[in-house]
């Protein structure tokens, strides 16, 4: 701190820099924490904790902390309600210097979201150890740059993943070990949209996300690519697990077709998530094999791999088939992609 602007203050103003400037502000807090320890306990610099609900004290507890942080946000919509919290720890555990993240936090009167600076003091074995944050803006409605992440990320109809967020997931994937894709593209919905109307296949549609949603699993992630197609993100799957889990998404589209009367199947393309291939490359891969799989009807699934093509029908049969013969049966040019890919 250069000590000549202090006394500057003093004597032009006559302002004390920390009282009346750095530590104005009682709602904007100042505090640091170690994430390396366990207990983790929040320990205020400055700032008054009984604006938010916490009682008077020096330091908080994480565990005190997580209570008081609403998961039921605009945000939470988007990332998942049940993951809010931990992701949130993730992306502090990921800080190199410096970072700035966004937390709401649930009173008595409404919700307030603290937009927070947080900055790595040290280090251990590659991680933030200690960090110190301070509140640069607080806000009693949720803030523009929430809402513009939920229309970039969140479908306006499903209210799934959309194919941007696919884009990033898998540019910056934090999970490629067993992980696959899946490019699902429905079969029979666009006879719903020409015989009962486009209101009846967006309702078809909202259910369906609906019961993707209801049914969660931490490692299955759900996208809307756009009009009848989705995608769906697996890790920690094997192989033969991942081609079950197809199976199964299939059957949960024909049930709730079913429940309406609609005869809708899908056809799925399902292909290995590697660190080496990027967005374009998986999504091309995958919609190739969807196309081999919707040419020999609905309800079929096939999984591309490097080396050899797997196909299974609806008796859940598994045949190895060669490139060439799908090329040759289905009219399917492989070749399209790099060599490199396949």
Not at 88 to 101: D, G, H, V, W, Y
Not at 244 to 269: C, H, L
Request: hydrophobic share 35%.
């Amino acid at each position: 701190m250069n000590k000549h602007t202090i006394e500057w203050l003093k004597e032009k103003y006559d302002l004390d820099f920390y009282r009346d400037v750095l530590f104005k502000e009682d709602r904007h807090f100042k505090f640091l924490f170690d994430m390396s320890e366990d207990p983790t306990d929040v320990h205020l610099i400055s700032g008054d904790p009984t604006f938010l609900g916490f009682e008077a004290a020096s330091s908080i507890p994480f565990t005190t902390i997580r209570k008081h942080i609403e998961t039921n946000n605009a945000l939470a919509e988007v990332q998942g309600r049940k993951t809010f919290i931990e992701d949130f720890i993730r992306q502090l555990n990921k800080i190199e210097t410096s970072e700035i993240l966004s937390l709401p936090f649930k009173t008595n009167r409404q919700t307030y979201w603290l937009q927070m600076t947080f900055h790595v003091i040290t280090k251990k074995a590659g991680r933030p150890a200690l960090l110190y944050g301070s509140t640069n803006r607080i806000y009693d409605y949720t803030p523009k740059s929430i809402l513009y992440y939920k229309r970039t990320h969140q479908d306006a109809l499903t209210k799934l993943f959309t194919r941007e967020t696919l884009k990033k997931h898998l540019n910056e994937p934090e999970h490629s070990e067993k992980a696959y894709g899946l490019y699902i593209d429905l079969d029979g919905f666009k006879r719903v949209n020409d015989t009962y109307g486009h209101q009846e296949g967006d309702v078809f549609l909202k259910s369906l996300a609906q019961v993707f949603i209801g049914e969660w699993e931490h490692n299955v992630i759900y996208y809307r690519l756009g009009g009848d197609e989705f995608f769906v993100y697996l890790y920690d799957f094997e192989e033969f697990d991942a081609v079950m889990k197809a199976r199964e998404i299939i059957g949960k589209i024909e049930g709730v077709g079913n429940a309406k009367g609609f005869e809708i199947s899908a056809s799925v393309g399902l292909v290995p998530i590697c660190e080496t291939l990027d967005y374009h490359g998986l999504l091309n891969r995958s919609d190739m094999a969807m196309y081999a799989s919707k040419e020999r009807g609905s309800g079929n699934i096939t999984l591309l791999k490097k080396h050899e093509t797997i196909v299974s029908d609806y008796s859940d049969q598994f045949k190895k088939i060669s490139k060439r013969e799908i090329e040759k049966a289905y009219q399917i040019k492989f070749q399209s992609l790099k060599r490199s890919d396949l």
